[in-house]
Nanobody, 124 residues
Framework: QVQLVESGGGLVQAGGSLRLSCAAS????????MGWFRQAPGKEREFVAG????????DYADSVKGRFAISRDNAKNTVYLQMNSLKPEDTAVYSC?????????????????WGQGTQVTVSS
């Protein structure tokens, strides 16, 4: 089990940027695939981006590809989500999650540990 705490959310104008961080507790962070998900009001939670244990592979939802970048620093037990060219439709609560699955997956139920989330609001 790993405890996750997100930070970096806030209010930004369309076209702006934010960088989310997710700090993990414990010594086994490097053994987890990590994902970012988001949930907007009235909508289901959706996959945003994921990264494998060694950062050798990353995956993105089509809606954020080319605008968002996921990265991790295993020495700091932290995963990041750099969000550029933000749009009003990116407004949501963003959560990071950890998975022990052998491969990187987009489905939320594959992730056993979740942070509390951080609000991102993009104004038009």
């Amino acid at each position: 089990q790993v405890q996750l705490v997100e930070s970096g959310g806030g209010l930004v104008q369309a076209g702006g940027s934010l960088r989310l961080s997710c700090a993990a507790s414990g010594r086994t962070f490097s053994t987890y695939n990590m994902g970012w998900f988001r949930q907007a009001p009235g909508k289901e939670r959706e996959f945003v981006a994921g990264i494998t244990r060694s950062a050798a592979f990353s995956d993105y939802a089509d809606s954020v590809k080319g605008r968002f970048a996921i990265s991790r620093d295993n020495a700091k037990n932290t995963v990041y989500l750099q969000m550029n060219s933000l749009k009003p439709e990116d407004t949501a609560v963003y959560s990071c999650a950890a998975a022990s699955t052998p491969i990187l997956l987009r489905i939320a139920r594959a992730y056993a540990d979740w942070g509390q989330g951080t609000q991102v609001t993009v104004s038009s």
